[in-house]
């Protein structure tokens, strides 16, 4: 009995080695980010880029209000302002249309050319049945409108694309009809060299208060603590040295907290958004979020109003995307 005990004790100090090595490998592997995470009061963000994303969540929110086929005169309504705002901004936006429901369906896409390499930054602006999609995604498409105005006329070396998608919410959520995998699919027939693929997906929900951060897989708030405070960075597996490089320059600019990690696309929540509509094709792809979900209370209700946001956290999440973007289009191999 006394040997069968030492022998069970010692077969049970290999499998805690064993799981020990495991859970190393896999915090070395997919969640490991480089530089420092930002502590401390982010501060007073550019005021006019304040206003502007508030202004840009506001119409599509509030004068616009909820936008999906449902609602085709509000859907074809936000697909015009934003043809009208890309316009203003320099650009020669296109359309990729197709029938859904017997509705006309638009993506909306701005291009900065540059040589063969393409880089996409994109967001999703129809809103859920029954909710004005403030945070979601209302928020995720004044990003990148404010980024299609940074980057307008600039030089790139790779080619910059500015994305606008439609049908990412149910019904058509990972279907043939959701609009970035249509956009998505194009990009692999025509053999578009897509390097990397950005999406801005819920950004305006940023919480100090402890417990006010879940998620989707016990104990990872032993790693990212419980507090609703910063920017995620998300993507699978295939797309892990994106999400680290990503990470890196943005905390060496940004003023707000910021996490990353890769995991597998059948976790809750790591393919929640356009990205995953690259990722079928091929792509490196990530999403960037406040992980709504899991800490934002009004996530797919009326009550996702504009009010309910925090515009500065949104803005030190856009000025942190800067030289993020800058990066990717410049960057040499991948």
Not at 152 to 162: D, V
Not at 251 to 277: C, F, K, M
Request: charged letters at 20%.
């Amino acid at each position: 009995m006394k040997f069968a005990t030492r022998g069970a004790l010692k077969r049970l100090a290999v499998l805690f080695a064993i799981l020990a090595l495991l859970g190393f490998a896999a915090w070395w592997t997919l969640m490991r980010m480089p530089g420092r995470s930002f502590e401390g009061a982010g501060g007073a963000a550019d005021a006019a880029l304040v206003a502007g994303l508030r202004r840009d969540v506001e119409r599509l929110a509030a004068a616009i209000g909820e936008r999906n086929v449902f609602e085709p005169h509000a859907l074809e309504a936000a697909a015009r302002w934003l043809e009208a705002e890309l316009a203003a901004a320099g650009y020669a936006p296109a359309r990729q249309t197709y029938e859904t429901s017997r509705t006309a369906c638009s993506n909306i896409e701005a291009e900065v050319r540059g040589d063969r390499e393409v880089v996409v930054v994109g967001a999703h602006y129809d809103s859920v049945a029954g909710s004005p999609g403030a945070n979601d995604n209302a928020t995720g498409v004044a990003a990148t409108l404010a980024l299609a105005r940074h980057f307008a006329g600039r030089p790139s070396r790779r080619t910059l694309r500015f994305l606008f998608f439609v049908n990412e919410e149910p019904p058509w959520f990972q279907t043939g009809d959701m609009g970035s995998l249509r956009y998505a699919r194009r990009c692999r027939e025509r053999g578009d060299d897509v390097v990397a693929m950005l999406s801005l997906e819920t950004l305006g929900c940023f919480l100090d208060g402890a417990q006010t951060q879940r998620y989707p897989i016990r104990g990872l708030d032993l790693i990212y603590g419980d507090r609703g405070n910063f920017t995620g960075f998300v993507g699978d597996v295939a797309s892990r040295e994106l999400v680290r490089e990503a990470v890196g320059v943005f905390r060496e600019h940004a003023r707000i907290p910021s996490e990353g990690i890769a995991l597998w696309d059948g976790v809750p929540g790591v393919g929640w958004s356009d990205h995953w509509a690259f990722w079928q094709c091929g792509y490196r792809a990530i999403m960037v979020t406040d992980t709504a979900p899991f800490r934002y209370p009004h996530y797919h209700k009326p009550t996702d109003t504009p009010d309910r946001l925090d515009y500065q956290g949104l803005a030190h999440v856009v000025a942190g995307l800067v030289p993020v973007v800058e990066w990717l289009t410049h960057a040499s191999g991948r």
